[in-house]
């Protein structure tokens, strides 16, 4: 048995104008892989709820999700196996430095409910659906301060660009060090608890199953799939950063290639 796992955002859902067809293509990749007897899981930064939309929109196989960066892991049934959450006060501290940092959008959830705070822009035509959606969900209705006092797995914020990202990042785990972990992934950080990453989340997953490092793959296209590269099977797309691509051992055109690729030479 072999264990693939996959970043979503950018990765397996790319947000081109490509994207109905290669996620078709890839869920049939999916179908392929599982009915070998593999494992295929998603390892996002997204939480929970926003995954358990995507699989309802765009009917999405698999068999666990790590989610919030390896805050948060999920069977296909549902059962939570693993949450990771962030001290209450250090929670209260990354919000302040946030809105300090005058940063209007993001996010605070234990995985499954939060709090999203964003400034409504219909100007900005990419992402409003989405944003529409998020606010009319009652998984995100919460108040801050409720919020808060419930268990935080991530906080989450939007940045103007991936350089505003990365150092975000860098400031967060600066000022927060040893306390939270913070992955820059395009122009979004995702803040999660301490000691846990993608590659934690998918060796929880390989151990149920006692699937060997050699046997798992991870696929991704940011700084927050770097883990999975560095403990696995490192796989990346054309379209990542070389940064990324030098941490990688090889680069597919779409996740359903590689799938198709790993079958082929295990024949």
Known sequence: MKLFASDYDGTFFKHQHRKRLEVKKNIEGVMSWQEAGNLFVFATGRSISLMNLERKFRKLRYDYIVGLNGGIIVSKT???????????????????????????????TDGLTGHFKIPFNWRKKSSYLFKLLMMSSKAYRLSLEAALKQPVAQIAVETVGHEEAIAFAKLVNETF??????????????????????????AAVAK?????????????????????????????????????KEQADAVYETVGSALSDILLKSE
């Open 78 to 108: 549902g059962e939570i196996l693993f949450q990771a959450t962030i001290k209450p006060e250090v929670a209260q501290g990354v919000v302040e430095l946030i809105e300090k940092q005058g940063i209007n959008n993001y996010t605070v």
């Open 177 to 202: 060090k040893n306390q939270v972990t913070a992955f820059a992934n395009l122009h979004h950080v995702d803040i999660s608890a301490p000691n846990v990453s993608k590659a934690t989340g998918v």
């Open 208 to 244: 149920i199953h006692q699937i060997k490092n050699e046997d798992i793959y991870g696929m991704g296209d940011s700084h927050n799939d770097v883990p999975m590269f560095k403990e696995f099977n490192g796989l990346t797309l054309p379209e990542a950063h070389l940064e990324i």
